[in-house]
Every structure is written in C-alpha cells, then in structure tokens.
C-alpha cells in the first residue's frame, strides 16, 4: 500500500498514471492523487496540487 504509486504499480493505471493536471495544467505529470472538491468534483492531479483546494 505504501507504494502503491510507484514503478509496477503505475503500469496497469490509464496513461500508466500520466497526464495533464486538472489544477495546474502540467502534462505528461503523474497524477496519483483523488482529491473531492467542495462541490463534489471528483479530480485526479499531481503531487503539488494534493494538498491545494
Ligand atoms: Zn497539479
């Protein structure tokens, strides 16, 4: 569990966990983090926006 997002781990994920985040817009970042947002918004961004609202 504690490295759920790293090496094979990532393999069998859409993208094999990359992407552009939603909050940041970086691409081809992994995005490894559910963050629900106040409204309900369900998003997946990166390692920088895990603790943004
Ligand atoms: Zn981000």
Redesign the pocket.
Known sequence: MSKKYRGKGLIHLPSRGRGT??????RR?K?LYDVILNDGTKLT?????RHKK
């Open positions: 985040c939603p909050m940041c817009k970086t970042i995005l961004v990166c390692k920088r926006c």
